[in-house]
């Protein structure tokens, strides 16, 4: 909504009453392409904060977990108990949660699918903004890509750890 103001502000409207003059049917058309692309641009940004809290919550658990078992294994060791319940010590042990491959590699593809989805909005919106009417529209694709980084990693391969698809350390162990 807040684009689609910023947007409209910059379309020239007759005075006082509102409406567009210059505007056509195609302007409107490019503009209601290039908020489109931008509202999905928006929603893989979105998904891609949430997978970020996701795993910054699971880290922080994960830290909590050890430092609470460590708290109660010096207190252990302080009243001279360390070792003396091998029980306790092995199920607390038990219950630390291991980083689990397959659930890495289910977050590292859910990214590895938000990059994809990103780049490719990108591209869609350098092209409608380089198709577009506007020639501020035509010259913010150019700012976008002024040293054609984005040309140049579209034409050349990926060269990257894990371009295969795959969490990197998959399959071994």
């Known amino acids: 909504k807040i684009l689609q103001g910023a947007m409209m502000d910059k379309v020239p409207r007759v005075g006082g009453g509102g409406a567009r003059s210059d ?7 490019d503009e ?3 908020l489109g692309v931008l509202n999905k641009m928006f929603d893989v ?3 891609f904060t949430c997978l970020q809290e996701e795993t910054y919550k699971e880290a922080l658990l994960d830290v909590k977990m050890e430092r609470d078992r460590q708290r109660r294994m010096r207190s252990r060791l302080k009243r001279g108990k360390y070792g003396e319940d091998a029980h306790v010590e092995q199920k607390e042990n038990s219950e630390l949660r291991q980083m689990n491959p397959k659930q890495c590699e ?3 593809d859910r990214l590895l699918s938000l990059e994809t989805m990103f780049s490719r909005l990108l591209s869609q919106l350098r092209v409608k903004l380089s198709e577009h009417s506007s020639s501020d529209a035509q010259f913010l694709d150019v700012r976008l890509d002024f040293n054609e980084f984005y040309e140049q990693r579209s034409a050349g391969s990926k060269i990257a750890v894990g371009a295969t698809g795959t969490w990197p350390g998959a399959g071994k162990g």
């Open 23 to 29: 505007a056509s049917a195609d302007d409107e058309k």
């Open 32 to 34: 209601s392409a290039v």
């Open 45 to 47: 940004i979105l998904n």
């Open 106 to 108: 289910k977050v590292y």
